[in-house]
């Protein structure tokens, strides 16, 4: 959580740089909707860390989950192979991920009955109900105060981390 902090630390210090240089309303406008943005994915980092934590799952468990979901949204299926296509990891790693999320009953592999060398993989109703408590308890958090710049430039109501 330590290295997410100083993350964002990093962005709103080069946000800060980008008011120096941007004046008016377009400004304003662009500091308060990407700060908005960065408020939201911490509250999703925060949130999602509590339902799926990262030293189990990692970002590529998450974004299998999301994606599956979306899949099933969709009406669509994905087979391992697609889902490896389409991710930015190696496909070992993704194997890993498949095997760690249908260890916890997020995901389930079936076979293809046309074709016995393809695996489909969908999301299960304990993989749905996560991400929908994830999701609800974004909905459910309290707005965060919002960040803005001062006249000198230098953020008011960021949190400093020491």
């Known amino acids: ?24 309303e377009s400004s304003q406008f662009f500091k308060d909707h990407y700060l908005d943005f960065l408020n939201q994915q911490m509250a999703l980092y925060n949130s999602r860390e509590q339902f799926l934590p990262r030293q189990k799952f990692g970002d590529i468990g998450w974004a299998i989950l999301v994606e599956l979901n979306v899949a099933r949204i969709n009406g669509l299926r994905y ?3 697609d889902i490896g296509r389409y991710a930015e990891f190696p496909l070992a790693t993704i194997l890993r991920s498949l095997q760690t999320l249908q260890a916890e009953h997020l995901i389930v592999r079936t076979p293809d009955p046309e ?7 969908c999301i299960t109703k304990v993989g749905q109900t996560i991400l929908d408590r994830i999701f609800a308890s974004l909905n459910s958090a309290q707005p965060r105060k919002p960040v803005n710049c001062n006249a000198t430039g230098s953020f008011v109501g960021h949190r400093q981390v020491g």
């Not at 962005?11 to 008016?24: L, P, R, T």
């Not at 074709?115 to 993989?121: G, P």
Request: hydrophobic share 40%; proline share 0%; glycine share 2%.
């Open 115 to 121: 074709d016995k060398r393809r695996t489909f993989v």
């Open 1 to 24: 959580m330590a290295s997410k902090i100083q993350e964002f630390d990093e962005i709103f210090a080069k946000i800060d740089e980008i008011c120096h240089k941007i004046d008016g």
């Open 79 to 81: 087979s391992v192979s």
